[in-house]
Every structure is written in C-alpha cells, then in structure tokens.
C-alpha cells in the first residue's frame, strides 16, 4: 500500500485526533469536578446556614423593580395634575397710574389662585390685587370672567375674590392638615409664572415654621420650599402629593435659588372664613411696643433675665395701658442706640414662656382672638407680678 502524503488526509487525521483527545479530558475533568463538589454540598447541608453568604440578587430584577416605583411616582404626579390643575386660576389686576403728559395709563400685573368653593371664591395673595380698579380671572377652560373682592387681609398677605360663574364648572382644592407637614415631604406648585398657565413644579418641603418679613409685616409659621416659585406663581397652591392645599405661594429669596415660600394651610384656615364673613381679619393686639431681650442687651442694661420682652412704648388708651403694664421710665443711650428701659418685662403669656417679640407676637396671631383675655407674667423691680389684658383689635 502507497503511503498518503496528501496534505490534506494528513490535517483531517490530525483534527480527528486533537478532537478525540479533548472530549477524553473534558469528561475526566467533568468526573473530578463532580467528585470533589458532591461530598462538600453532603458535608454542608446538615450544618447551619448562618455563616453561608445569601445568594446575590440578579441586577435586572432591581432595575425593573426601580423603573416600576419611577413609574408610579411619575403617574401620582400625572394624575394629581390632570385633577387639580383646573382647581387654579389666573388671574390679571389693572391698576391705572396717573402720568404727566398722557394721564392715567392702565397697567397690568398677573398671578395665581385657587377655586376654594362652588359659590365662587378664589383665594390668591393681597399682593397679587393690591390697588386693582379691576380684576379679571381665568379659569382652566378658558372663560374669563370679573372678580369683586370678598375680603383682604395685608398681615398675612392673603385675599378673597369672588366669581360668579355656574357651580357646576368650579373645582374646588381640598385643604391639608398643617400638623401633618413634615420636612422632606413632596411638595408641588402649580400656578402661572410670567403669565405660563397651570405651570407644575416639583420640591419637597425644606422648612416649616419660619418667619418671613415682607413690607413690614411678618409672616408666621411659613413653609419654605425649593419647588420653582417664580413672578406670577403668587397666590397659586402648594400640594401634597395626595393633591390637597398645604400653602399659598407667596414670595422667593430674589439673591438665592430653590428657597421659597407659603403662607401655610392653618392660616388660610383660619382668616379665609373672617374674610368672607367679614371682609377683614381683626388682628388681636396688645397695644405696647417692646425689645426682645437677649444676652447681650441684658448685660448692656443689667437686666435680670436674658430673655423676654422688654415694655418700651404704650399706646395711649390701649389694652395694656389700660390693664396697669409699665413702659419706659427713662431713656439711656447704649453704644449707638437710644433705649427706653424701666418699663415691665413680659416673661410669659397665658402660662407659655416668652423668649422674644416675635414669639410674643406669633402666640397671639395664631392662638388667640379680639376680645380674648391674656394673663402676662411680668418682671417689675424684681418681682413676679400677672396682669390680665383684654385684647383690641390693632388699628
């Protein structure tokens, strides 16, 4: 027999063989694997199972399981503005400025409110109408109608309109509870910044309970918030994610991003009603002017506690002059400052520790009403004296 020496025979030969001799070793290695995993998972499965890592998860199961809270997350905030964003409205103040050489020229400004009620009252910022000859509001479907204002209240910067427009079309806001406001919360706006209709914005609440200053007056107990408030959001709602009123967006910090501000629920709670009833809220009032007490000007006036209120001034014939409050006996002049010292210093008020004006104030807003009876603990030459006051309306 010839010897084959085609080169070809000779690679088909040799493939055969390299092919034999793998599958040889991948069944021997398939035999020692199996050997030397079965006795282990036989030793393991009588022991305990505490040390034994916990199988880790597939990435994909938590991806999938990560997308279906966005989704959710995503449509709660879909569907909540698609229930309440015809519940705001929009709403234009003329006011007319006189001119030297044309006369009264009318000028416009615009905001944002809410429907509270089917027999048309509308809730927006004092500041939105301040001085308005005329106010016009549009609601979600397009109908602009006239405005009269209801009632207006400057201290907390809130105001009441009224429509008139078929109950049937209005869809009032449901109110929140303010004692239920936690910070970190969500927190969604709605309203019409620079004149953009039923614009939504998204946050979460950063603050509760502060003080905000605005034209003199103070605000109490304000939410702060970096949900986008812009020109044009005053007077639009604050939400939670269930939809419901917890503020009226009223101002931002002009020098800062993501900080504004609500006058909360439990205000519009309580003045709202007033205003319908009444047109105005009657603010309660003591009728004095005082220093909140520091440190610093307790050591300045050798005071003999360091924190209170300080009587300066009293309002001829108001309550407190009237109920046997001291003012200031005398004036004395500390570094650059004119003082009046002598006068009472209020510690507390109806048995609530008082640590400063603003406190004195705010318990008084928020708690007690014209025709109220207050009991002030007072520090008079060194001694406890309590001096009942009936509060008046402030003037």
């Given at each position: 027999m010839a010897k084959n020496?085609?080169?070809s025979t000779q690679g088909t030969l040799l493939l055969l063989l390299f092919s034999l001799v793998f599958a040889m070793l991948a069944c021997n290695a398939g035999a020692a694997a199996q050997q030397a995993t079965l006795p282990a998972a036989a030793a393991t499965a009588p022991a305990s199972t505490d040390n034994v890592p916990a199988p880790?998860?597939?990435a994909t199961p938590l991806a999938e399981a990560d997308l279906a809270v966005l989704d959710v997350e995503e449509q709660l905030i879909i569907n909540l503005y698609e229930r309440v964003g015809p519940s705001v409205v929009h709403i234009t103040a003329r006011v007319y400025q006189l001119s030297f050489f044309y006369g009264p020229l009318p000028s416009e400004g615009t905001g944002s409110g809410f429907v509270l009620d089917r027999e048309g009252h509308i809730v927006t910022n004092f500041h939105v109408v301040e001085g308005a000859e005329s106010i016009e509001v549009k609601l979600s479907d397009?109908?602009?109608?006239?405005a009269a204002v209801v009632g207006l209240d400057p201290p907390n910067d809130l105001a009441v309109l009224r429509i008139d427009v078929p109950p049937g079309i209005l869809r009032p806001l449901e109110l929140g509870e303010a004692s239920e406001l936690r910070v970190g919360q969500r927190a969604i706006a709605i309203g019409n910044p620079f004149g953009l209709d039923r614009t939504l914005t998204v946050g979460v609440i950063s603050a509760l309970g502060r003080p905000l200053e605005i034209a003199g007056d103070t605000l109490f107990s304000v939410i702060q918030?970096?949900?986008?408030?812009?020109?044009?959001?005053?007077?639009g709602p604050l939400l939670d994610t269930r939809g419901r009123l917890i503020g009226v967006n009223t101002a931002v910090r002009q020098d800062a991003?993501?900080?504004?501000?609500?006058v909360p629920v439990s205000t519009v709670q309580r003045v709202v009603p007033v205003l319908i009833e009444q047109g105005r809220y009657p603010h309660p009032w003591l009728g004095l002017l005082g220093y909140s007490i520091d440190a610093g000007l307790a050591r300045t006036l050798s005071l003999p506690v360091d924190r209170g209120v300080l009587v300066a001034q009293l309002y001829e014939g108001g309550p407190a002059m009237r109920a046997g409050v001291r003012g200031a006996q005398r004036q004395v002049i500390a570094g650059n400052r004119r003082l009046l010292i002598g006068g009472d210093i209020i510690t507390a008020v109806d048995g609530r520790a008082v640590r400063?004006?603003?406190e004195l104030s705010q318990f008084l807003e928020e708690n007690r009403r014209v025709g109220d009876t207050v009991m002030l603990a007072v520090l008079r030459d060194g001694v406890n004296r309590e001096i009942r006051v009936v509060l008046a309306e402030q003037p």
């Open positions: 020496d085609d080169p880790v998860p597939s397009d109908t602009t109608v006239p918030t970096d949900a986008a408030i812009n020109p044009g959001n005053s007077g991003q993501g900080i504004g501000f609500a400063d004006w603003n």
